[in-house]
């Protein structure tokens, strides 16, 4: 407990991006990660292999960008550093232990932005979603992008700041969760690259008879297109977090999914 609660006090970040949770995110996925890296394993395992899949027949590999890079743990860093001139790490928030992880690797690049583009208009300083940079997307270089495990998280960092703050809440539209998850995804429409999106899409809390007590659509009703595959990742075995309870997302991969996000924002 004391070295989360130190790690979160020497983490940069806005006032606005504590707001939403994401350094307390950050550094509980950090400490949970670690106590549940053999359950987490597979979870991993198959990220990587999708992400591997996205980089074959690439016929340019020149950057790689890495969207809610987080603890990078959800993508291949050694085999996108041997394909990619440059690999670029993009969060909101950078933990100083991951930092400190690529601090001798020059081709390795932090950028830190915030993702949701919403950050601003939570807080009042905006009048609506300021999209990230579009090079993060579209740069001419850029070759692969990923976005590992963001998609899910979005709505999440909203929604703890529109809990947090219910008057503030009251002024911003009913369907914000649901709008955050469709700008990511009109964001990775942009991109001129392959993209390949890992995504938790549901979350669901069962009991040790195996019931299903509680379900979350964790993409807020916003539909996906069908994926390349799935599997279910035990996020919160029986007593991390309940001790009568086990918490399960259901994972999607898709190795390039751009396109289909094109036709869909045109069809």
């Not at 001798?104 to 915030?114: N, P, W, Y």
């Not at 850029?142 to 590992?148: E, K, M, Y």
């Amino acid at each position: 407990m004391l070295a989360e609660l130190l790690l979160s006090a020497v983490t940069p970040a806005s006032r606005a991006l504590r707001g939403m949770g994401l350094v307390t995110a950050s550094v509980g996925l950090w400490s949970r990660g670690a106590r549940r890296s053999r359950e987490w394993g597979p979870h991993y395992r198959r990220c990587h292999a999708a992400v591997g899949r996205a980089m074959g027949g690439l016929s340019r590999r020149r950057t790689a960008v890495v969207l809610g890079s987080g603890l990078v743990r959800d993508v291949p860093i050694a085999e996108l550093l041997d394909q990619f001139r440059h690999v670029l790490l993009v969060d909101a928030v950078h933990l100083p232990t991951v930092r400190a992880r690529f601090a001798f690797e020059r081709r390795v690049s932090f950028v830190t932005a915030d993702l949701s583009g919403l950050a601003g208009w939570l807080e009042g300083t905006e009048q609506g979603r300021v999209a990230p940079d579009p090079g993060l997307f579209a740069g001419e270089d850029v070759d692969l992008v990923i976005s590992a495990n963001l998609l899910s998280q979005i709505p999440l960092g909203v929604e703890t700041f529109l809990v947090d703050h219910p008057d503030r809440a009251r002024t911003l539209p009913d369907d914000l969760l649901a709008r955050s998850v469709r700008g990511h995804l009109d964001d990775l429409a942009q991109a001129r690259a392959r993209v390949c999106l890992l995504t938790d899409v549901v979350m669901e809390k069962r009991d040790r008879a195996g019931a299903l007590t509680d379900r979350l659509d964790l993409m807020r009703g916003v539909p996906l297109p069908r994926p390349d595959e799935g599997w279910d990742w035990t996020v919160a075995p029986f007593g991390e977090l309940d001790a009568e309870h086990e918490y399960v997302h259901r994972v999607h991969a898709y190795a390039d999914v751009a396109g289909v996000l094109r036709d869909a924002a045109t069809g």
